[in-house]
């Protein structure tokens, strides 16, 4: 099993910036990607970046594009999220997920807030 553990979010007023964190814990051995989606209320969950593990290739969704920066410790099992200039449009629960072994993701964080006053 695999535990995934988030923190930073919080409330930030427009323009601001929060980095969120992902630890990851358990049986870690081997980890494809990590990922960062969010899920405003009554929206459907967005993919918002994703990490290979090995080469650390990136992906951004437009939305965040230029604002937004995903960063790993291979040492530490962690996954980062740098989310810059922050728009009221960014306020959502933010969730981590893991994929061990390049298909789906497997597991996935409790979720943390992010609110962006305007």
């Known amino acids: 099993q695999v535990q995934l553990v988030e923190s930073g979010g919080g409330l930030v007023q427009a323009g601001g910036s929060l980095r969120l964190s992902c630890a990851a814990s358990?049986?870690?051995?081997?980890?494809?990607?990590m990922g960062w989606f969010r899920q405003a209320p009554g929206k459907e969950r967005e993919y918002v970046a994703r990490?290979?593990?090995?080469?650390?290739?990136?992906y951004y969704a437009d939305s965040v594009k230029g604002r937004f920066t995903i960063s790993r410790d291979n040492a530490k099992n962690t996954v980062y999220l740098q989310m810059n200039s922050l728009k009221p449009e960014d306020t959502a629960v933010y969730y981590c997920?893991?994929?061990?072994?390049?298909?789906?993701?497997?597991?996935w964080g409790q979720g943390t807030q992010v609110t962006v006053s305007s």
């Open positions: 997920a893991l994929d061990r072994q390049g298909g789906a993701y497997d597991y």
């Open positions: 358990g049986r870690t051995v081997s980890i494809s990607r």
């Open positions: 990490i290979r593990w090995s080469g650390g290739s990136t």
